[in-house]
């Protein structure tokens, strides 16, 4: 699998080892948790996926390479004990603790973490001393006498015995007390990484054209190996990026050293010379500002692709850098906010600024500390903190400085320094939108079609202009919006530049049938033709029509079982899809908790404002610390239209409506598109128990008869598998007539025809792969 996949099965496992019953007992005891072992080859990113599952998990995180442990080390020293049993007075052999448990202790108490992994990398690497332990430890969690601590849950990883010559292969007896995860390179998997953490344009556009390059291992004529590895050119674009910060030059001689094969190293430094001349040449500041000359353009519009893609990525470099710094100004403003909001009473009795802020401040920093000796703390975490630290310590020394230290004018004081914080985020946002509708000019009027489609599926996978979409909103960008119906979580610049190109030689409209069901027009289209219904206008006014003064409250829609896995869903994003007036969100977010969100999304404005009527009440019921719901308005053929990334999502939850949709394979396709991978989709449906007469299925539609309108349970499976995800679990399923409506006793309006077909209603789970 790739590294995607298999951080996504280490982090449920995780999670499940870690999961106590009421009386604090593990579900699993410790002997039956087998360790994970991941099997792969070197610089995939093991080690990085297991810093990301500690911090999403808000758990500890241990390392050991194994390599240099001996039997002393890791199981520890002998000593001689005094004993004495029934007046038998005897010295024994006792052994200390060992390094690596005792690295546990330490940490827990550095850092007040009580549950972590611990992750032993290099494990088929141990001395010949130290290795008949090891199945001693995998089964019991122990180095000689002393337990791994309750609640540290053991990784281990290794590579191939190709890959490293100090490699044991391990024997059954010891590979059967192990789960193990075998992983492979994967470009996809590594893009969308790159593609989030802004990893140097140069990179990410070479290796778009040039994916034979992204991993690679040979030996050498004579001896040795030349290797090219993810962490390599991982690394690569982060040294080019501080490079080019201090002026240091780029050349070939400092590619070699990370990328480890002659071939690869020549052609990326050939390449980074031409995207420096790119750089160069296009001026991408006048791009954005709007001032690109005529020379420029008449260059962009008779590049070839490939030179258009490489100025795509500077353009969205630039973007992408000050939509994060629009939004690092709001988010620093909105930790201000609640700081000054918990001192404000103190101020007004008289307290001293440095009084009030101090102690606040020094809690905040012993915060930070401990999570960056826990090794959670996120960089970026790092960074906001460091700057919330500092604007509070140059409030104080404001107040110092006019002579307001204490009461009201202290609080005066401060809260006007607050406000020029406030106040320059708009300004940083306009600008940063500005330069965004700038980028759309310049790619409208230079480029074609394909182009904005790489230019726009880029936009939405980049982390920050994703988050600077769905906050600050942009017009242009909504307009564009039509072009991403492509799973472009999963798809390279190159490939849905080629789809466009099919999509319009084939965009056609099939035959519509308009069906008056009071007064609301209906186009009915087959699956087949809808998907590949693409054209922008025609797509958007189907999708006006279908949903139209839609209500779908009355039938069998409206029942919502909602039965979700709670505990899974704690600390994580969540999308409610269909959400009407807000209920299910109510319910999703109590489970998402203070570390969670819920975003409501609904194609009715009037529900829309009653669900956000709710919350303020909905929240503080549940208990919450603060608001962690968000509605939003778009069709659920179209999740992109509202800013919602590609990626973005760890679980979907969707009701009975799921039939009445216009597309529901287009549905199942955007919603495999913002789950992240191995992201929940838990989904109410109905099942028919054969192939239906399409005449029926779509007055059925017209009706709202959610349960006529239902497709088979294998036409409902091949949409799931053609949208990327796995093998449905059905959690429930009961049968369900044709005219159930809301209520077991009330009953709707249906159409005649379909007699012989049985009805499923169904609640499933599922995972994208």
Partial sequence: MNIASAKQQIKDTVEAYLKRDDAGMPLISSAHQRPLFLLGA???????????VARELGIGLVSYSMTHHTRQSALGLPRIEHRSFEGFEYE???YTMSEIVAALYDYMASTGLRDGIL?????????????????????????????????????????????NRSVHEFDIVTLDRMREIDVEPDYAAWKDYASSTGLHPAVTTFLEA???????????????????????????????????????????????????????????AVYYALFEKYRSDYQVDAILAGEASDAVKKRAHEAAFDERVALIGLVLDVLARDCAGALEKEDVAVELRDVLRDAKPELLEGAAAEAVLGPRLADREDALARKVASGTASNSLVRRERLVAGKLRDFATQCAREGTEAGEAAFRTIERAYRAEVGAIQPAADAASSKMDRAFDFVDECFGNREMLVFMAELATRQPTTRFVARYGNDRYYAHNQELQVDSARMGLVERAGMLEDLNENIKLADSRTVDAGGVA?????????????????????????????????????????????????????????????????KLSAMAGNDGSVLGIDW????LEEARGGMERAWHKSGLARNNMEFRAAYPE????????????????????????????????ELGRVLKPGGLLVMETVFADRERDEDVVERARSLGNSVQAARTRKENYAWLANAGFGEPSIEEEYEVGPRRGSKADSLVEAVEGDEDVNYRAVSLYVRKK
């Avoid at 070197?42 to 990301?52: D, N, S, Y």
């Avoid at 995998?138 to 290794?158: M, S, Y």
């Avoid at 029942?559 to 994580?572: H, S, T």
């Fill in 42 to 52: 070197p610089g995939i990113g093991k080690t990085a996926i297991m810093e990301q």
């Fill in 92 to 94: 024994a052999s006792e």
């Fill in 119 to 163: 992750f032993l990398d290099e494990i088929n690497c141990v001395s010949e001393t130290l290795y008949p332990s090891m199945l001693q430890f995998l089964q019991f969690k122990t180095f000689g006498k002393h337990k791994v601590p309750d609640g540290w849950v053991v990784v281990c990883a290794g590579n191939p015995p190709e890959y």
């Fill in 210 to 268: 040039k994916r034979d390059c992204f991993y690679k291992v040979e030996s050498k004529p004579g001896g040795g190996k030349s290797f090219v590895t993810a962490r390599g050119w991982e690394d690569l674009a982060r040294i080019i990026a501080l490079y080019e910060d201090m002026g240091k030059p780029v050349n070939r001689e400092l590619v070699a050293q990370f990328l480890r094969d002659d071939e690869v190293a020549d052609q990326f």
């Fill in 522 to 586: 209906d186009i009915s289209l087959g699956a087949g033709a809808r998907a590949a219904e693409r054209d922008e206008d025609a797509f958007a006014d189907a999708l006006k029509r279908h949903y139209g003064g839609r209500q779908f409250e009355d039938g069998f829609t409206s029942v919502c079982k909602m039965l979700l896995p709670a505990a899974e869903l704690r600390g994580k994003k969540v999308l409610d899809l269909c959400c009407r007036r807000g209920k299910g969100v109510y």
């Fill in 604 to 607: 009715n404005p009037t529900y």
């Fill in 638 to 669: 179209d999740l992109i239209s509202c800013g919602i990334g590609s990626g973005t999502m760890d679980a979907v939850y969707v009701n009975n409506v799921m039939t009445l949709l216009y597309d529901q394979a287009l549905v199942l396709k």
